[in-house]
Each structure stands twice: as structure tokens, then as C-alpha cells.
């Protein structure tokens, strides 16, 4: 089984920065596609970002598009969250999770625990 390891999350102000990182072992990565999904108190499990297993094929949740970028160090076992212009809106667990190249968390077998990012008003 693959184990899946988020960093980076934490405490910024609206319109700020924060690149996210998922680190994977323990199994394949280079052959799987790789997403990002976050979780608000009280809110349902979201989509956020998917990638393809080379790299190639990226898609966003409409939420996201244009202010986050999702990328992969294939090289690293690492998969990656640029988020940018953030909203207090994007305040919630982010958790990254392998699996098919999909905007659906039932098609993702593996999942990291999460990083929390709280954007500020």
C-alpha cells in the first residue's frame, strides 16, 4: 500500500500564496493519476484538482480554475497545489489521493490525511 503524506498547508491572508506537497512511498506513483480534494467543518468531501499519471492532462474544479495549479515531480514521488489568489472560501483540509484520473473520490483508492490552510480576511 502506498502512503501519502500532505504538507505545506497553513495560515495566510486573502490574496496570498501557499504551495501544497504530497509525498508518496511505499508504492507505485508514476503510474497513477493524482488529485487534490479539501473538506470545509461542516462541509461534503470537494474536488479541487486532478493530474494524469505523466503529467500531461490536468483539470480543475470551476471553484479553483485559474488560481490553482496542480503539477507532479514524477522523479520525487511528489505531487504538488500552487494555490494562488486565495479566498477565505478555500479555508478547509486538503487532502491529496491516488487513483484514476477523475473528478470523483470514489475513483481514488489511497489518501493522505490532510493539511489544514486557513485563509484570513
Known amino acids: 500500500q502506498v502512503q501519502l503524506v500532505e504538507s505545506g498547508g497553513g495560515l495566510v491572508q486573502a490574496g496570498g500564496s501557499l504551495r501544497l506537497s504530497c509525498a508518496a512511498s511505499g508504492g507505485s506513483f508514476h503510474t497513477f493519476a493524482m488529485g487534490w480534494f479539501r473538506q470545509a467543518p461542516g462541509k461534503e468531501r470537494e474536488f479541487v484538482a486532478a493530474?494524469?499519471?505523466?503529467?500531461?492532462?490536468?483539470t480543475y474544479a470551476d471553484s479553483v480554475k485559474g488560481r490553482f495549479t496542480i503539477s507532479r515531480d514524477n522523479a520525487k514521488n511528489t505531487l504538488y497545489l500552487q494555490m494562488n489568489s486565495l479566498i477565505p472560501e478555500d479555508t478547509a483540509v486538503y487532502l491529496c489521493a491516488r487513483g484514476a484520473f477523475s473528478t470523483s473520490e470514489a475513483r481514488y483508492g489511497s489518501w493522505g490525511q490532510g493539511t489544514q490552510v486557513t485563509v484570513s480576511s
Open positions: 493530474i494524469s499519471a505523466g503529467g500531461s492532462t490536468t
